[in-house]
């Protein structure tokens, strides 16, 4: 089975600073996805980038992926008090079934 | 279009008890996935359905069990509850899991007393 693992476990930045996390996992994707939580709470989709697709954007987020690596990157730009959540990746394959990691705890200080 | 819908929201139950939680997709996805998160272990992975078939099933008991109908609506039925299950219980939704993104729901909150 296919598990994301997210580091670091926790970050706390300065409203207006960027953040980065990072995801790493261990077999071959066809995608990797980034999800947001809020507390308590559904995830939410934030991004989805393919296993031919060396970085993507959406917004104020930017994504990396490094195959070779096998990681990814997850950069929030001009971070904002309402992006205080967790944040979890999600490398996907078609024949393994998915387990998410820990997440990254997100907080930002006003 | 709408998102996905879980029924109930928030949940009590007694030990010892059965419940049936309830996911409805969006609409034109196959694929519903069921999850159960904790404070300890996380966002844990129970089962997959695809086309009213399970494709996938996660590390847990045969408690825990669940089945979908012709119009991809699922649920996931917990039987002989325990105090451990207390949990949030969430589904989402996608076309096909392998290619497109995963929609969740906002989550069913189980308290077992």
């Known amino acids: 089975s296919q598990q994301g693992e997210e580091d670091p476990q926790a970050l706390s930045i300065q409203e207006g600073e960027n953040a980065t996390m990072n995801c790493s996992y261990k077999?071959?994707?066809?995608?990797l996805q980034w999800y947001r939580q809020n507390s308590g709470r559904g995830l939410v989709h934030l991004i989805l980038?393919?296993?031919?697709?060396r970085e993507k954007h959406s917004g104020r987020l930017r994504v990396t992926l490094d195959t070779s690596k096998k990681s990814s990157s997850l950069l929030i730009t001009a971070s904002r008090a309402a992006d205080t959540a967790s944040y979890f990746c999600?490398?996907?394959?078609?024949?393994?079934?998915?387990?998410f990691g820990k997440g990254t705890r997100l907080h930002i200080l006003p | 279009k709408a998102g996905v819908t879980q029924t109930p929201r928030y949940l009590i139950k007694t030990r010892g008890q059965q419940v049936t939680l309830s996911c409805s997709p969006i609409?034109?996805?196959?694929?519903v996935s069921w999850y159960q998160q904790t404070p300890g272990q996380g966002l844990q992975f129970l089962f997959e359905?695809?086309?009213?078939?399970?494709?996938n099933k996660g590390n847990f008991p045969g408690r825990f069990s669940g089945r979908q109908f012709s119009n991809s609506r699922s649920e996931m039925n917990v039987s002989t509850l325990e105090l451990g299950d207390s949990a949030l219980y969430l589904c989402?939704?996608?076309?096909?899991?392998?290619?497109?993104?995963?929609?969740f729901g906002p989550g069913t909150r189980l308290t077992v007393t």
């Open positions: 980038i393919r296993s031919n697709e």
């Open positions: 077999t071959s994707i066809n995608n």
């Open positions: 359905y695809f086309s009213e078939t399970q494709r």
């Open positions: 609409s034109g996805h196959r694929s």
């Open positions: 999600a490398p996907w394959n078609r024949d393994d079934k998915i387990i």
């Open positions: 989402a939704s996608s076309r096909d899991r392998s290619t497109d993104e995963q929609y």
